[in-house]
C-alpha cells in the first residue's frame, strides 16, 4: 500500500491506496510545533486503527506547503515507517510542464492536483480548491499549469471579521435561512457563503473567456461540498484529488522503497 500525506497549512490530509483504489484516509490539524515523534505515532495509531501494519506499505509520498513540518513528517516516515518519502520539489517527475514565471513559486500541492487533473479529466480546466486559500489554477488544453489566483480562504475571511471587528461573534460556516440574513450570525453567514459563491462564479467566467468555452470546473478542499451546492459552475467535486496526484506522481518515479 502507498501512504499519501498532503501537509497544507490548515489541515493534514493522509490516505491510503492499494493499487488505484483509495482507502483509509484522514484529515489532521496543521500543528506547527508538533515534533517527529509525536507525529510518527499519530501515523502508526491511524494505521493501527485501520489494521494496517508497517509491513503493509512499499512508500510514501508526500506534498507540502509547510516548509517547517516537511523535514519533522519525513523524519517521522523514516524513523517509524522505515521507509524514505517521496516529496514532490524540484527535480521530481510530475508529467506536469509549468508555464509560471517562476515554477519554483508555485506551491507544490497546485502541482499536485494538475496532475491529477490532466490525468482524470484533460484541459482546458480551472480547479477550485477551498483550503486556507482560495486558489484558482487555470490548466491548459495541453495540460500545462499556467498560473491562477489566489484569494483569502473562508475560514480566514471569517475569523478576519471575528478578531477585526468589536460586535461580530465567530460563525460556523452553514447556509443561513436567507441571503438576506435576519439576525448578525445569519448575515455573516450570507455574506460568507453567498458571497464566496458569486467569488467563485465570476473568477470561472474570467478564467473561461481566457480559456476557452469548454473549460471544465473542478473543485477540491474541506469546503469544496458546501459551495459546490449553491452553484452550477462546478461540475466536479474531487475532495480527494492531492492524494490522486500524489499517487500518480509516485508511480511516475517508480519508487521501490
Not at 510545533?33 to 495509531?45: A, C, H, K, N, V
Not at 492536483?113 to 480548491?129: E, K, L, N, W
Not at 461540498?225 to 506522481?249: F, H, N, S, Y
Request: net charge negative; hydrophobic share 45%; glycine share 10%.
Amino acid at each position: 500500500m502507498l501512504l499519501t500525506i498532503d501537509i497544507g497549512n490548515t489541515n493534514v490530509t493522509l490516505g491510503l491506496y492499494d493499487g488505484e483504489k483509495l482507502g483509509p484516509r484522514w484529515r489532521l490539524a496543521t500543528v506547527h510545533e508538533r515534533m517527529p515523534d509525536e507525529y510518527g505515532l499519530q501515523i502508526l495509531g491511524l494505521l493501527a486503527n485501520s489494521d494496517i501494519r508497517i509491513s503493509d506499505l512499499h512508500g510514501v509520498c508526500i506534498a507540502s506547503v509547510v516548509p517547517p513540518l516537511t523535514g519533522r513528517v519525513m523524519e517521522a516516515c523514516r524513523i517509524y515507517l522505515k521507509k524514505e518519502p517521496l516529496v514532490v520539489d524540484a527535480g521530481v517527475k510530475t508529467g506536469v510542464r509549468i508555464r509560471y514565471e517562476d515554477p519554483r513559486a508555485v506551491g507544490a500541492d497546485r502541482i499536485v492536483d494538475c496532475a491529477a487533473v490532466q490525468h482524470f479529466y484533460g484541459g482546458p480546466a480551472c480547479v477550485v480548491d477551498f483550503g486556507t486559500a482560495t486558489t484558482f489554477d487555470a490548466i491548459s488544453r495541453e495540460g500545462e499549469y499556467l498560473g491562477g489566483a489566489i484569494a483569502p480562504g473562508i475560514s480566514i475571511a471569517a475569523e478576519a471579521l471575528f478578531v477585526r471587528t468589536a460586535k461580530l461573534p465567530r460563525v460556523d460556516l452553514q447556509r443561513p435561512p436567507s441571503v438576506i440574513g435576519r439576525n448578525t450570525t445569519h448575515a455573516m453567514q450570507s455574506g460568507l457563503l453567498f458571497g464566496y459563491v458569486s467569488l467563485v462564479e465570476g473568477m470561472v467566467t474570467r478564467f473561461r473567456q481566457e480559456l476557452g468555452s469548454d473549460m471544465q470546473v473542478i473543485a477540491t478542499g474541506g469546503l469544496a461540498e458546501i459551495v459546490a451546492q449553491e452553484t452550477k459552475v462546478i461540475q466536479i467535486i474531487a475532495p480527494w484529488l492531492t492524494l490522486d496526484g500524489l499517487r500518480l506522481i509516485w508511480e511516475m518515479n517508480l519508487q521501490k522503497n
